[in-house]
């Protein structure tokens, strides 16, 4: 899979192509990149995703939009689900003020789009006028044919990232999964904390993380935790640890591996995050604590199967 920055970077003869912002690629994603990417090869053509850094919502100022996915991971989860070439463009103003049949020419001219695949809802161009039935129209002038993808549901509803976000964001982390048909993932790097989890005998990886990504709700999560090509599971708090700090504010995430005992410092840890198990609570005492740190590691190990 190729990554681009920018589609002046881009220059193919001819592709398959869908567009949109795509975060969290999600299992209404995937039917739309099932389609895409099935038809691309079958004609012999490469399957092209163009999306968006920043959320177009950022730029048209409508709340500050915490991401499930940053540019480089959802380019690899669309790599891993068969597409050949990603481009992450800038959003700004004067995309945004481009017109549809502007927007339209401009593909054609970088990656030659051959046949465009939508989602249900999908809108380009400026004032969001580049409808199905508008495309469609482009397409007849510019020499490219559109197909569109029904919208996937389930008992809940239509599958979205803002339903996901939510999710997320309050620790339901198992249902965001099933959405997503993937963990929901936190990485970052290991940095030095105050080392207070490896005096009361479970140390912990402390993830400077991407302030832009949703956070999960403060608690204690069953996590898998990737460290090079090393899978292990971890119990994870998020939270300000109020037995010690009653008064800190800033959420931390701190990673128990467990049956693990190398020195990380620095290096990259992916999370992905499995199922809550309760809240982060204040104790009485470190060994109150300690207890239920071990009830906790218990409960990881049974809901990861690695007892």
Same mark, same amino acid.
């Given at each position: 899979m190729l990554h681009y920055r920018s589609l002046d970077e881009v220059s193919l003869p001819d592709s398959w192509l869908t567009v949109g912002v795509f975060d969290g690629v999600? /299992? !209404?994603?995937?039917?739309?990149?099932? /389609?895409? @990417?099935? !038809?691309a090869h079958a004609n012999g053509a490469p399957a092209v995703v163009l999306t968006f850094d920043p959320h177009p919502a950022k730029v048209f100022g409508r709340g500050d939009i915490r991401l499930l996915t940053l540019p480089g991971e959802r380019a /690899?989860?669309? !790599?891993? +689900?068969? #597409?050949? @070439? #990603? $481009?992450? %463009?800038?959003?700004?103003?004067? $995309?945004?003020? &481009? &017109?549809? %049949?502007?927007?339209?020419? +401009?593909l054609k001219d970088r990656v030659g789009v051959r046949h465009l695949v939508l989602g249900y809802d999908s809108t380009l161009g400026k004032n969001r006028e580049g409808n199905a039935a508008r495309l469609t129209e482009i397409g007849s002038e510019l020499g490219y044919t559109v197909e569109v @993808?029904?919208?996937? *549901?389930?008992?809940?509803? #239509?599958? *979205?990232?803002?339903?996901?976000?939510k999710l997320v964001s309050v620790g339901k982390v198992f249902d965001a999964a099933r959405l997503m048909g993937h963990p929901y993932r936190l990485q970052g790097l290991v940095t030095h904390g105050d080392r207070r989890g490896r005096r009361i005998g479970f140390p912990t990886a402390n993830l400077d993380y991407a302030t832009e990504k949703v956070i999960p709700a403060g608690g204690i999560y069953a996590c898998w935790a990737h460290v090079g090509d090393g899978k292990y599971s971890a119990a994870v708090n998020i939270g300000t640890n109020p037995t010690f700090t009653p008064d800190k504010r800033t959420l931390n995430v701190e990673a128990y591996l467990l049956d693990?005992?190398?020195e990380i410092y620095g290096e990259v840890v992916t999370l992905e995050f499995v199922e809550r198990l309760r809240d982060e609570l204040k104790y009485n005492s470190v060994e109150a604590l300690i207890e239920q740190i071990g009830r906790d590691v218990e409960? &990881? /190990?049974?809901?990861? !199967? &690695?007892?």
């Open positions: 999600h /299992r !209404g994603h995937q039917e739309i990149i099932h /389609r895409l @990417v099935a !038809g /690899r989860l669309l !790599g891993d +689900y068969g #597409v050949d @070439v #990603v $481009v992450t %463009h800038p959003f700004d103003r004067q $995309v945004a003020d &481009t &017109t549809a %049949h502007d927007f339209m020419k +401009y @993808v029904s919208a996937l *549901s389930d008992e809940s509803g #239509v599958i *979205s990232s803002t339903e996901i976000r693990f005992d190398q409960q &990881t /190990r049974e809901i990861l !199967g &690695t007892e």
